[in-house]
Every structure is written in structure tokens, then in C-alpha cells.
């Protein structure tokens, strides 16, 4: 932030008080914005981890790089840690840096306009806010979506999401059936079977399940990581270099990295699961990584056990007492679970946001969502997204990747506070060059190569970042200014 008298004063909204909205208020306060406000629709902090309570949740990234790099912490219980833990983390380092205080709880953005140069926040019908600035930190995981099955609402027992999971409801004697394949029924799995009286997975798709080191630390390690920072910071960056193998390799299906990954996903499945039938039926028929990999220490052995059932059966509908499958089989149940992950490419919607001259987001994204390296979007000025369309969310340390974004965000910002611009916003012409950029290295990556999953978009392309992570580093060192339309 410039000392500079002539400095114009800026306010900002950032909505959302998940990991990203978190770190945009540690780093506007630490450039000395102190004029912004969090609108968070939920009475807490912690986004994703506050939403997600299932049994088994953990994060798949290791916990010494899903870390703040200015609040790495010494006393990960785990390797992968489990998602309370990481809530725990996110509501430390929220209490040390006095974001609450910013923070505007219960209070749902239901759209933004853009009028005589800034940004109306409107909530619950009335105006709340005018703002130079808004930061979308709204998340990738926020919107579950529910599958497209007959008779849903006709169980009767209880039934929930694992981004809605009812913790009044005991499970010590019932028999209990997920619906979904992907992270979340996975790890629900590894906790739950073998635990209830029975449980059934319902697998529509095969997962390749990559083997998990999954290490706990000892009350020794934390107090040697906790004495010195270095030891602490080299496990970071170790971390870092050995993701960074994944995400090169995975934009590159021809890669020998890739083929490594892929072969020790095979030797997984090949050792783990014991009968050969079984086997063949947790065998996945595309190549491993193409849908986002499922990483568990204990999936296959979890689904071994005698009170554990894999129903490979396609549902036919759902019933009073549980699930009839395309066989004629009625899988009674007493409760059920769905697991069939979010609406990932929402992004900031359901909000109606309105650009200039009436541009409206609906408008912008009526074919797909895009945003220039995930940040920008043409026509909406100073409105800038962390973890946006196309971005290394298939790949990276989401938290590594706002914090990029965010450095990035704030020398566009220092421009309009020194008053150099106005409006920025990407240019047509910026946008539309990286779309094909990104349309043409796509189609070389591991996650087109013969697998439906989220990451593909309307046209069956991968709507994440393709390109080595090295690049993306690069992009977010410095705004290539020729690419902004700047007012």
C-alpha cells in the first residue's frame, strides 16, 4: 500500500469465510486495508471444513502443505489430517489475526451490481454495502448436489448428505447405504463398514484408489517441529516438491510420471483386495487419475469385511425401505446417505452479479464458467476470484493457490488505490486467448483421456488449469498489464 497522501481510499466486501476468505483478511490487513467486510452466510467460520463433518473426513493434500506458508503448524496429528483438525487450524489462525472482528456472520450476498463505480451488495431484498472492491472467496465445495434418482424423497428413514450429515441420528444399529463413489463416500466407507450392522456402497463408477502413507506423529515430532522452524519449513517444501511430480504429471497423460502413478494404483488394488471377483468389480475401466484420485489408507480392506456389501447393480429407484436396483433386489436400509459430491462449477452463484453495462454473470457464463487465470472476468471491474473457473484445483494445495492469487490480486488493487485505474477487469481479447490456450492443452491431460467426472465441462473438456504448475507460479508472480482492460 502506498504512503502517498493522494491515495485513494478504497472499501472492500469479501464474501465468504472459508480458507480463502481467511487469508483475504490476513493480507489486506497486513497491506494496510482495514476497510472491508466478510460476509459469511453461515454463523461460523471455516467454509468447506465447517460444512463437512462425516465420519472419515480428511484432506487428501498432506496437512504440511494444506498449511498457510506464514502459519505452518508444528502439531498436524497426522500426515493427512482429519477435517476437525484442519477446522481447528483455520479457527486459530482466523482468532490470532483478529479476523472475526471483519467478519458480518448470517448474512447472504444475493447479488452484486456494478453502479457508478462500485459494487451494491444486496442481502435479503435491501442494500447492505457499496464497495470499490469485492474479493470472491466463495469456494469450489459449496453447493451439494443431489443425484437425478426416482423416489428419493420417498425413504423413510433418515437420509442426508455428507455435506449435511446429521449427527443426532446413532448409527450403532442400523444398517446403513451410501449412494456415490467419489472422496466423500470413500472415506465414509473406510470409517463405517465393518463398524455397523451392515453397510452397502452403491457404485455406479469404479474408483482407482491410490495408496495412502498415512503417518501419525508422535507428541515427540510436533515438539521437534515446534522447536525449529526450519525443520517445520523443510517438510513443507518436501511436501511441496513431491506434489508438484502429481501435478506436472497429471497434465501430461503421456508422461512417465503418470504411468508411474497409474502402476502403483494397479499394484494397489491388485494386493489390497483379496477376491479376484471383488476385484474385478472395484476395477475401474479408464486410467487412473482421470477422475480426481481417491487417495485411502483403509477403503480396500474396508469393503472386505463380511458386514460390508458393493453393489455394482444400477439403481432403479428408491424406495420406503431402501434402494431397488435394476436386478429387482431391494436393498433394505435404515439409513442412507448420499454421496454425490457438489455443483463445482457454480462458483459465486446463485448470486446475480452485474457487471457493466448491464452484463450480467448469467449472461458471461451461459455456456460455461471462465475467468482469466482464474481471477477476472471482462465486463465485471474489480472483482477479483480466488480459486475461480479453470484452476489448479484438480492438482494443488488450494490454500498454495489463493495465496498466489492473492499476491497477485493485490498489485492490481495498489493500482487503484494509487489511482493509475479506476475499473480493471481482464480484456475480451485476453480472456478469449487463454481459453484456447487452455482448450488445446486440455485435451492432452490425464483427465481427458476417456473418464465422465467434474472436472470436464459442456464439452467434455477439463475446466481446470492444464498447463505445469510451474507456469501458473509464473502467471501470479506480476499482472501482465496488456491483458487488462484498465479505465
Request: charged fraction near 25%.
Amino acid at each position: 500500500m502506498t504512503d502517498s497522501t493522494d491515495a485513494r481510499p478504497l472499501r472492500f466486501a469479501v464474501i465468504g469465510a472459508g480458507m480463502a476468505g481467511i487469508l483475504a483478511a490476513i493480507k489486506l490487513t497486513e497491506a494496510g486495508y482495514d476497510d472491508f467486510t466478510i460476509y459469511e452466510k453461515a454463523d461460523r467460520l471455516g467454509g468447506t471444513w465447517r460444512e463437512n463433518t462425516y465420519p472419515g473426513i480428511a484432506c487428501d493434500v498432506p496437512s504440511h502443505l494444506y498449511s498457510y506458508s506464514f502459519a505452518l503448524n508444528p502439531n498436524w496429528s497426522y500426515k493427512f489430517s482429519p477435517g476437525a483438525e484442519i477446522l481447528a487450524y483455520f479457527e486459530r489462525i482466523a482468532r490470532e489475526h483478529d479476523v472475526e472482528r471483519f467478519v458480518r456472520f448470517g448474512t447472504e450476498i444475493t447479488s452484486c451490481e456494478w453502479v457508478d463505480g462500485k459494487w451494491h451488495l444486496i442481502g435479503a431484498d435491501d442494500e447492505i454495502d457499496a464497495v470499490d472492491v469485492v474479493i470472491a472467496a466463495t469456494g469450489v465445495f459449496d453447493h451439494p448436489r443431489m443425484p437425478d434418482i426416482p423416489g428419493l424423497e420417498d425413504f423413510a428413514g433418515p437420509m442426508f448428505h455428507t455435506a449435511q450429515w446429521d449427527h443426532s441420528v446413532s448409527l450403532d444399529d442400523k444398517r446403513v447405504g451410501v449412494i456415490g463413489t467419489g472422496s466423500s463416500g470413500i472415506q465414509v466407507t473406510g470409517a463405517l463398514a465393518g463398524k455397523v450392522p451392515h453397510f452397502t456402497l452403491f457404485q455406479r463408477t469404479a474408483q482407482w484408489i491410490a495408496p495412502q502413507d498415512q503417518i501419525k506423529f508422535t507428541a515427540e515430532e510436533q515438539a521437534a517441529f515446534a522447536e525449529d522452524p526450519d525443520k517445520l519449513l523443510a517438510t513443507h517444501k518436501q511436501e511441496d516438491e513431491g506434489f508438484s511430480i502429481f501435478a506436472n504429471a497429471v497434465v501430461n497423460a503421456a508422461s512417465p510420471e503418470m504411468t508411474l502413478i497409474e502402476q502403483m494404483c494397479k499394484e494397489h488394488l491388485e494386493t489390497a483386495v483379496r477376491d479376484p471377483e471383488l476385484r474385478e468389480r472395484l476395477r475401474p475401466d479408464y486410467r487412473a487419475a482421470c477422475k480426481r484420485l481417491v487417495v485411502s489408507p483403509e477403503f480396500y480392506e474396508a469393503i472386505q469385511h463380511p458386514d460390508a456389501e458393493l453393489v455394482t447393480e444400477p439403481i432403479e429407484r428408491i424406495e420406503t425401505g431402501g434402494v431397488r436396483t435394476a436386478d429387482g433386489v431391494l436393498h433394505e436400509l435404515d439409513v442412507l446417505v448420499i454421496a454425490t459430491g457438489f455443483n463445482t462449477h457454480d462458483f459465486m452463484r446463485p448470486m446475480e452479479i452485474t457487471g457493466r453495462d448491464g452484463m450480467t454473470l448469467t449472461k458471461m457464463w451461459a455456456d460455461r464458467a471462465k475467468a482469466y487465470l482464474s481471477i477476472s472476468i471482462p465486463d465485471f471491474p474489480n472483482l477479483f476470484m480466488l480459486n475461480g473457473p479453470n484452476g489448479p484445483v484438480g492438482n494443488f494445495s488450494l490454500i498454495q493457490v489463493a495465496e498466489m492469487q492473492f499476491d497477485y490480486i493485490l498489485q492490481l488493487v495498489e493500482r487503484l488505490q494509487t489511482g493509475a485505474s479506476a475499473e480493471i477487469s481482464a480484456s475480451h481479447e485476453a480472456l478469449d486467448a487463454f481459453e484456447d490456450e487452455r482448450y488445446e492443452a486440455a485435451q492432452h491431460t490425464i483427465w481427458a483421456s476417456g473418464c465422465s467426472s467434474w472436472y470436464l465441462d459442456d464439452r467434455g473438456i477439463p475446466a481446470v488449469w492444464p498447463f505445469p504448475f510451474d507456469r501458473f507460479r509464473a502467471e501470479m508472480k506480476a499482472p501482465n498489464l496488456d491483458h487488462y482492460d484498465c479505465r
